[in-house]
């Protein structure tokens, strides 16, 4: 099993900047990729971005050139850098771990707010 505690979340003004981190324990030998996802009122949950165990990673159009995510493997930790932030980023955030043979197994965090002012 894995836990993960997402921080960093906040109120900011419409281009201003965030740092998100994640930090995992538990059976995190067996964790895969990791990434972000958010989910703002009346919509659904969507992939913001993900990296791989061995760092290559993925972005929505939404955030590519804006937001940056990385890991460290040591520290089991992921983070997502949030620069030129939207109001439309406003959402909770919540990270996700996939673990286990084939990724079979995912986790989530609890979330953390983000809102960006006008």
């Known amino acids: 099993h894995v836990q993960l505690v997402e921080s960093g979340g906040g109120l900011v003004q419409a281009g201003g900047s965030l740092r998100l981190s994640c930090a995992a324990s538990?059976?995190?030998?067996?964790?895969?990729?990791m990434g972000w996802y958010r989910q703002a009122p009346g919509k659904q949950r969507e992939l913001v971005a993900v990296?791989?165990?061995?760092?290559?990673?993925n972005y929505a159009d939404s955030v590519k050139g804006r937001f940056t995510i990385s890991r460290d493997n040591a520290k089991n930790t992921v983070y997502l850098q949030m620069n030129s932030l939207k109001p439309e980023d406003t959402a909770v955030y919540y990270c996700?771990?996939?673990?286990?043979?084939?990724?079979?197994?995912?986790?989530w965090g609890q979330g953390t707010q983000v809102t960006v002012s006008s």
């Open positions: 538990g059976s995190t030998f067996s964790i895969n990729a």
């Open positions: 990296i791989t165990k061995g760092g290559r990673p």
């Open positions: 996700n771990a996939a673990a286990g043979l084939g990724s079979t197994y995912v986790f």
